[in-house]
C-alpha cells in the first residue's frame, strides 16, 4: 500500500536558556526527569473522555552527560543529548475536529501522529497517511488525483499543526515553566503583544514523502508525477527515471519526496527500516532550515525597523532585539557545525545532501551572517549615537555652569571690589591699589550684565563651532 508521512515545522513558543545544560549538566538532567509524571498526569486530564490510552509526551533529556568516550559504536549518534527535548504521540481521536471528515480518504486514513520539539522556536509534527488507492490507481486522471492528495496533505498538515499546539503543546510548556519558576532552563514566555505571538502554531511548511511499493499497478505514473517538479543541476537525467531505472531507491530533494520500498516495510520510520538514516536526515534538514529561516526572516524585519527609528526609547528596544537575535542565530550555526561530529555517517552525508541542494549555506546561513554583521554595526552605531548624546548633555551641563560662573564672578568681584572701597579696616590686608578690582567695581551693574551676557555668547558661539568642525 501507498503512504503518505507528512513533516511540518512549526512555530511555537519555547527557547531554552543558552548555556543551561554545561553550566550544570546534573541539575539540568534532574529537571527534565522530575518533570515526567507530572505531564503524564497532565495528558491524563487533556483526554479524559476518550477511550484508550492518552497522549503521551516522553521527555528526552533526562540523562546528564559526560562528553567522554562518545564513539563506542559507529552503528548510531555519538552524541548522548537528542537535538529534540521531547517527543509526543497522539490517535487520530486526539484531535477529533481534524479528523471528522466522513468521506475524505486522507483524513481516514491516518495511522500516526508524533510531534517532537526543538530549541529556538520549533517543532517538527509528523503524520502518516494509508493513502486510499483512488489516488494511486491508474487512469487519464492520476496527475489531477495526485495534485488533489498533495493539497490535502498540506491541508491536514496546517491544522493538525495548530490543533496540536493548541490542545496540547502550550499546556505542556505552561506546566514546565511553573516548574522552572527560576527561569534556569526555559526561557520567559513571549509577551502577548509582541507581533510574533500570532505566528505561533503556524506551520512553516508541509513536506509530503511518498512511500511507493513498485510492484504496484500505476507506480511508474504515480512516481514521475510526484517528482515532475524536482530538478536536480548536472543532472541529465530526471529524479524519476533514475529512481524507475534501479540507480537509487529515494529522492529527497525539494518538498514532494519519494521513496522506493521494495521491501515493504513502509513509511513507520521503525528500527530496521531500510530509510531510517533518511529519515533522520530530513528532520534534522527540516528543523535547521526551518530556525534559520526564521531568524533570518525577524532579523531582516528588526533591521529594518532600527533603520526608521527615531525615539530613544525605540532604540533601545530594537537593540535588545538585535543583541538577542543575532546570538541565537550564531549558536544555531555552532550547534549544527557540532551536531555534524556526532552524527551517525550515512545520517551526516545525507543530511548535508539535502542542505546543499536547499542551498542551505547560500541562501541562509550566508546571509544571516550578513545580517549578523549589519547587527554588530548598527548596535555599534546605536552605542555611538548614545555616547555622543551623553557627550553633548555633559558639554551642555559644563556651558551652562561656564555661563553662569562668568555672571557669578563678575558681580562677586563688583562687591568685593566696593566692599573693600567703603571697608577702611580692609586696607590693612591689602599691600596696594588693584586698578582691575577698582576699575569693575565702578562699572554700572547694567554694564557687568551686558558684558557677562556678551562673554556667554561668545562662548556658546565658540562651543557650537567647535561641536559642528567635531561632527563633520
Known amino acids: 500500500m501507498t503512504q503518505l508521512r507528512i513533516l511540518a515545522p512549526v512555530v511555537v513558543d519555547y527557547y531554552a536558556v543558552p548555556g543551561a545544560t554545561l553550566r550544570d549538566p546534573v541539575g539540568y538532567a534532574t529537571f527534565w526527569a522530575g518533570r515526567q509524571p507530572e505531564l503524564d498526569a497532565l495528558m491524563a ?10 497522549p503521551a509526551v516522553t521527555l528526552e533529556h533526562t540523562r ?58 520549533l517543532m517538527l509534527l509528523e503524520l502518516l497517511v494509508d493513502v486510499a488507492p483512488s489516488f494511486t490507481a491508474p487512469g487519464p486522471d492520476l496527475a489531477a488525483r495526485l495534485d488533489d492528495l498533495q493539497a490535502r496533505a498540506v491541508e491536514l498538515g ?46 512553516l511548511w508541509v513536506t509530503r514523502s511518498l512511500v511507493v511499493v513498485p510492484s504496484e499497478p500505476g507506480a511508474d505514473g504515480v512516481v514521475r508525477h510526484w517528482l515532475k517538479d524536482v530538478v536536480i543541476p548536472a543532472d541529465d537525467r530526471a529524479p524519476a527515471d533514475r529512481l524507475l531505472d534501479g540507480d537509487g531507491e529515494h529522492c529527497v530533494r525539494w518538498l514532494n519526496y519519494l521513496f522506493m ?66 546570538q541565537r542565530a550564531e549558536l544555531i550555526i555552532m550547534e549544527r557545525r557540532d551536531l555534524a561530529k556526532y552524527l551517525k555517517r550515512s545520517v551526516r552525508t545525507e543530511m548535508d545532501a539535502i542542505l546543499a541542494f536547499w542551498d542551505y549555506e547560500t541562501l541562509l546561513e550566508e546571509p544571516v551572517r550578513f545580517k549578523i554583521e549589519t547587527c554588530d554595526r548598527r548596535l555599534a552605531e546605536l552605542a555611538a549615537r548614545r555616547t555622543a548624546r551623553s557627550a553633548m548633555f555633559t558639554d551642555l551641563i559644563l556651558l551652562g555652569i561656564g555661563v553662569t560662573s562668568i555672571l557669578g564672578t563678575a ?24 586698578s582691575i578690582v577698582e576699575w569693575v567695581a565702578a562699572q554700572p551693574a547694567d554694564a557687568i550684565l551686558i558684558g557677562s551676557g556678551v562673554t556667554s555668547v561668545l562662548m556658546v558661539v565658540l562651543y557650537l563651532f567647535f561641536r559642528r568642525d567635531k561632527s563633520a
Request: aromatic letters at 6%.
Open 45 to 54: 486530564r487533556l483526554s479524559p473522555d476518550l477511550a484508550g490510552p492518552p
Open 64 to 121: 546528564p552527560t559526560s562528553s567522554l568516550n562518545l564513539y563506542r559504536t559507529i552503528s548510531d549518534h555519538a552524541v548522548e543529548r537528542t537535538l529534540h527535548v521531547l517527543t509526543g504521540a497522539l490517535r487520530p481521536a486526539h484531535l477529533p475536529d481534524e479528523f471528522d471528515a466522513t468521506g475524505d480518504p486522507v483524513r481516514l486514513g491516518v495511522t500516526e501522529i508524533s510531534f517532537r520539539l526543538y530549541d529556538h522556536g
Open 158 to 203: 496546517e491544522r493538525a499543526a495548530r490543533e496540536t499546539v493548541r490542545r496540547y503543546l502550550d499546556p505542556v510548556l505552561e506546566e514546565l515553566r511553573r516548574a522552572d519558576r527560576d527561569g534556569r532552563i526555559i526561557a520567559p514566555p513571549t509577551p502577548p503583544e509582541d507581533p510574533v505571538t500570532a505566528e505561533f502554531g503556524e506551520a
Open 261 to 326: 520500498d521494495t521491501a515493504g516495510a513502509g513509511g513507520g520510520m521503525r528500527r530496521g527500516d531500510p530509510f531510517r538514516d533518511q529519515w533522520d536526515a530530513l528532520r534534522y534538514a527540516q528543523v535547521y532550515y526551518g530556525v534559520l529561516d526564521r531568524i533570518d526572516t525577524r532579523l531582516s524585519k528588526i533591521l529594518a525597523d532600527s533603520a526608521a527609528a527615531d525615539s530613544r526609547w525605540e532604540l533601545e528596544q530594537l537593540r535588545g532585539h538585535l543583541m538577542g537575535l543575532s
Open 411 to 434: 558681580l562677586a568681584l563688583t562687591e568685593f571690589g566696593r566692599s573693600i572701597a567703603n571697608d577702611p579696616d580692609s586696607s590693612v590686608y591689602d599691600l596696594g591699589r588693584s
